[in-house]
């Protein structure tokens, strides 16, 4: 099993950027296809972005263009830079394996709020 630590969000006004941090700890993290998800309020989990382990990167259509994923595998660590962030962006942030299969505990998640 690994733990997700996520951390970054905040409160940022539209067309602002954050940089979110995913901290992995447990487990072989560098095997793993990573993503992250986010769930807005009364909204199902769905995913972002994913990175594999060789780096080839997938995102959701509603983020293309403006997020970018990338891990640091010796830092066990999976960021999101989020950039021209817009009010439909805000939610609940999380990182985990993109199977379901393989899939660990959710972690906490990190708040984004984007304010028009």
């Known amino acids: 099993q690994v733990q997700y630590v996520e951390s970054g969000g905040g409160l940022v006004q539209t067309g602002g950027s954050l940089r979110l941090s995913c901290i992995a700890s447990g487990g072989f993290f560098s095997l793993y296809t990573i993503a992250w998800y986010r769930q807005a309020p009364g909204k199902q989990r769905g995913l972002v972005a994913s990175i594999g382990p060789n780096g080839s990167t997938n995102y959701a259509d509603p983020v293309k263009g403006r997020f970018t994923i990338s891990r640091d595998n010796a830092k066990k660590t999976v960021y999101l830079q989020m950039n021209d962030l817009k009010p439909e962006d805000t939610a609940v942030y999380y990182c985990?394996?993109?199977?379901?299969?393989?899939?660990?505990?959710w972690g906490q998640g990190t708040q984004v709020t984007v304010s028009s």
């Open positions: 985990n394996k993109l199977l379901a299969s393989q899939r660990d505990a």
